[in-house]
């Protein structure tokens, strides 16, 4: 459910967060929060009750919640901004259909406190900052389907 600002409510009501619904948005985003972070998973109202990620081969608990970074990184250069928002929503699109769409992304601010087995950050602190519409991954997947040679999803 979308309220008439753009706002989206979790599945269960609890969260009510702005939708970002383009890449270009993702990117202003970006830019006005610097260090931001996606997640996939149910929400953030299923997320900050447990404020830990469980390492899904070991089963062993983990000291924050997994996340991957939205912030450019320098080696990245003067490229598009729309180019990098999308390669690192595409490299985990895999997610919602691994999870039988159980899944969303959505972005958050946190404090990093350690490293997941993948080398993702595992974030305490957490504060949502908006939903990603779904239509911004099937937009995300378009532009990495236009670069020359096109990449597959990282599997993790």
Avoid: F
């Amino acid at each position: 459910m979308t309220d008439t600002a753009g706002r989206r409510a979790a599945p269960d009501g609890m969260t009510v967060l702005p939708t970002v619904r383009s890449l270009e948005e993702l990117g202003e985003l970006v830019e006005r929060h610097g260090s931001l972070y996606v997640r996939w998973s149910r929400g953030p109202s299923h997320d900050l009750g447990k404020t830990r990620s469980v390492d899904e081969l070991t089963g062993i608990p983990m000291p924050g919640l997994s996340a991957n970074p939205l912030q450019v990184e320098r080696w990245w250069g003067d490229r598009s901004l729309r180019l990098w928002v999308a390669r690192r929503l595409y490299d985990y699109h895999h997610l919602r259909r691994e999870r039988d769409g159980d899944v969303r992304p959505w972005t958050l601010r946190g404090r990093e406190v350690a490293r997941g087995p993948d080398n993702e950050p595992l974030l305490c602190d957490i504060e949502p900052v908006s939903w990603i519409d779904l239509a911004v991954i099937d937009e995300a997947k378009e532009e990495v389907a236009r670069q020359r040679r096109p990449w597959g999803p990282m599997r993790r």
